[in-house]
């Protein structure tokens, strides 16, 4: 096997990707610190073909060197919006048929593996700070919970692996 130069890869140009058919899906990031955790959601929304990126509280917005160095670029495609409130977004996007679903380990959560997405519907997929996670009221807000199975000593993910664990997992079953 020979590895494929990025020439070979026949990725959309920025242009293409912006008229491209989106996944119906979201992410909002509730109050987020870490500007490469921000990148590197920027390049899972890229690769998946997300609708939009939220940025809410205090996740820090693009143009940002440290955001940059881990978006490489995707934060030109991906179509992305600061909102201050994660709440307010909240209720906005349910008025708009969105189902918002937070991830995060709760009460009667579904299990990531266990829950199936409907066709038609679009998810916004809310992720929470590093240390505190999805705000409580967002949690009590939201459609659902859904969890991601864990099976070691840790008691969660970094928010940028659980970004891509969630949007490939809705990516694959929206795709069947």
């Known amino acids: 096997m020979r590895k494929l130069a990025n020439e070979e890869l026949e990725r959309l140009t920025i242009e293409d990707y912006k008229k491209a058919k989106k996944t119906p899906l979201i992410i909002v990031l509730d109050n987020i610190r870490s500007l490469n955790n921000i990148g590197s959601v920027f390049r899972t929304a890229?690769?998946?073909?997300?609708?939009?990126?939220?940025?809410?509280?205090?996740?820090?917005?693009p143009p940002h060197k440290d955001i940059?160095?881990?978006?490489?670029?995707?934060?030109?495609?991906?179509?992305?919006?600061?909102?201050?409130s994660t709440m307010e977004l909240v209720e906005e996007l349910q008025s708009k048929d969105v189902k918002v679903i937070a991830i995060e380990q709760a009460e009667n959560a579904a299990m990531l593996?266990?829950?199936?997405?409907?066709?038609?519907?679009?998810?916004?997929?809310?992720?929470g700070n590093e240390v505190k996670g999805v705000a409580q009221e967002v949690v009590s807000k939201s459609d659902t919970v859904i969890e991601i199975p864990q099976f070691g000593t840790k008691h969660s993910l970094n928010i940028s692996v659980s970004a891509g664990v969630v949007v490939w997992d809705f990516w694959s079953k929206l795709n069947r």
């Open 46 to 61: 890229d690769a998946f073909l997300v609708e939009k990126i939220y940025l809410c509280g205090i996740t820090a917005k």
């Open 113 to 127: 593996n266990d829950f199936s997405v409907e066709d038609k519907q679009t998810y916004a997929l809310v992720f």
């Open 68 to 84: 940059h160095k881990t978006a490489l670029g995707a934060t030109e495609s991906v179509a992305w919006e600061y909102r201050e």
